[in-house]
């Protein structure tokens, strides 16, 4: 019998972990890290999250963007989404309002993701 368990990491590297029942248990694990897209951002001053730690309201907030859409995705630490929104870009940038206060306290990933370019940051609600 064959089992597989598949986690998330922060860097959203995927550890693929196969088990097999014998005598002994054999363990493989393979690492598949995800490429991220090209970024189109100058300086990583350019994508800011604020306050953090927050009291479940915080602000994102992209500058020097030159795209038309921006899509902004909240996961929880295991990596399930809770919140998605398309944002409509532009050149000076776009910024966003986030208020969690009905999810629980603990730490959050923001994915920000656009034509060439795409980031992860880390956000606590305290």
Wanted: aromatic content about 8%; charged content about 20%; overall charge positive.
């Amino acid at each position: 019998m064959k089992q597989f368990i598949l986690l998330l990491f922060a860097s959203l590297s995927v550890l693929l972990v196969q088990a097999q029942a014998r005598n002994p248990v054999q363990v493989q694990a393979s690492q598949q890290e995800e490429r991220d897209k090209p970024l189109n951002l100058q300086r990583d001053e350019d994508v800011s999250i604020y306050p953090n730690p927050s009291n479940g309201v915080f602000t994102v907030s992209v500058s020097n963007l030159r795209a038309s859409e921006v899509k902004l995705s909240i996961m929880n630490v295991i990596g399930n989404e809770i919140y998605s929104e398309t944002l409509a870009g532009a050149d000076a940038g776009v910024s966003k309002t986030v208020d969690l206060n009905r999810f629980a306290k603990g730490l959050y990933y923001v994915k920000l993701e656009a034509d060439k370019f795409s980031t992860v940051r880390r956000v606590v609600v305290k």
